[in-house]
C-alpha cells in the first residue's frame, strides 16, 4: 500500500468509522445490553432522519433538530417498551421469537407509514457545514463527516458515564444477568429496562439526524443498515459500548479500504467478513466476557 493510500483511507475510514458508532450506539444499549432483539432500530433511525428533515424546512439546524426529538424518541421508546413487554415479555416462553417478530413486524409498519407520508424520492437537509470540506494535510474530508465523529465520540463518552457514574447506569448493567440481585437492592427489573430502551431510543434521534446529514435518505434505507448495525454491536461484545466504538472503527477503515482497492461492490460485505472471522476465534466479541 503506498503512503498516499494510506492516509486516504485514514482520513476517510476514521470519520466513517466513528459515524457508524454513533449510529450503531442505541442498538448496542437495547441489544447488546438489556437483551431486546431491537431489529427495528435502522426504523427508528430513518424515523430520527425524518424528523430532522421536518424540523430542518422550518429553519432548524440538523443537529439541533436531533437533540429537540431526544425527548419526543424518549417518550416514544418507554411506550414501545411497555407494549412490548405487556404484549411479549412477560409471558417468559420464547421471549426471542416473541420479541423478534414483534420488531420485524415494527420496522415493516414505520417503513409502511414513512413512505405513505414522504413517499419514495430521497430527502435531504441543508446545513452551512453540509457540502464543504476541510483540507488536512493535503487531504479534503468532507465537514458533515467531521461532524458526525464528533458527534459519535460525545454519545459514546456520554453514554458510557452514566452507566458507569449513576445507579441506573450500573443497574441497567446488570439487568439481562441477574434480575434477582437487583430485586434486592431496590430496583425494579421491568422498570430499569424500559429506562434503558428510552436512552437506547433517545439517542437514535441524534444518530437519525446524523443519517440524513451525510447523505440522502428513503424510507427503504433501514435495510442498508441492519446488518451493519448489528455486525458492529455483535463484533464489539455484546453490552461493551466501548467494543461497538472500537468495532465501528475497525469496519469503517476496512470499508474505506476495501472501497479503494477493490471497488463499492466489496466494501458491503467488509462487515459480514469480519464478523465470521472475529467469531470463528473470538465468539464473544473483540470486548465481550
Known amino acids: 500500500m503506498s503512503l498516499d493510500l494510506f492516509y486516504h483511507v485514514l482520513a476517510a475510514g476514521i470519520p466513517l468509522g466513528f459515524f457508524y458508532a454513533a449510529v450503531s450506539i442505541g442498538l448496542s444499549l437495547a441489544f447488546g445490553l438489556i437483551d431486546i432483539p431491537h431489529i427495528a432500530h435502522p426504523a427508528f433511525l430513518l424515523l430520527g432522519s425524518y424528523g430532522t428533515y421536518l424540523l430542518n ?40 421469537v416473541r420479541g423478534l417478530a414483534f420488531f420485524f413486524g415494527l420496522s415493516f409498519v414505520l417503513e409502511a407509514a414513512l413512505i405513505a ?12 457545514y453540509i457540502g464543504q470540506s476541510v483540507e488536512i494535510a493535503g487531504i479534503r474530508i468532507p465537514t458533515r463527516m467531521l461532524v458526525a465523529c464528533a458527534i459519535g465520540i460525545i454519545l459514546t463518552l456520554g453514554v458510557t458515564l452514566y452507566l458507569s457514574r449513576t445507579f441506573t447506569g450500573r443497574a441497567l448493567k446488570a439487568v439481562a444477568q441477574d434480575q434477582r440481585a437487583l430485586l434486592l437492592v431496590g430496583a425494579e427489573p421491568v422498570k430499569i429496562k424500559r429506562i434503558g430502551f428510552a436512552i437506547a431510543t433517545a439517542v437514535t434521534a441524534i ?5 440524513i446529514i451525510t447523505g440522502p435518505v428513503e424510507p427503504g434505507l433501514d435495510r442498508a443498515y441492519i446488518g451493519k448495525t448489528f455486525c458492529v454491536v455483535v463484533l464489539g461484545g455484546m453490552g461493551s459500548l466501548w467494543g461497538t466504538l472500537v468495532a465501528a472503527l475497525i469496519v469503517g477503515l476496512t470499508e474505506s479500504f476495501v472501497l479503494s482497492t477493490a471497488g463499492a461492490s466489496w466494501a458491503a460485505a467488509v462487515s459480514f467478513g469480519l464478523l465470521l472471522l472475529l467469531l470463528a476465534f473470538r465468539p464473544s466479541g473483540l470486548f465481550g466476557k
Open 207 to 211: 444518530a437519525g439526524a446524523l443519517l
Open 57 to 96: 424546512m422550518q429553519g432548524v439546524d440538523p443537529i439541533v433538530a436531533g437533540i429537540i426529538l431526544v425527548p419526543v424518541f424518549y417518550l416514544f421508546g418507554m411506550g414501545v417498551y411497555q407494549f412490548y413487554h405487556v404484549s411479549f415479555e412477560r409471558h417468559g416462553s420464547d421471549t426471542a
Open 117 to 128: 407520508i414522504f413517499g419514495v424520492n430521497l430527502h435531504t437537509v441543508t446545513a452551512p
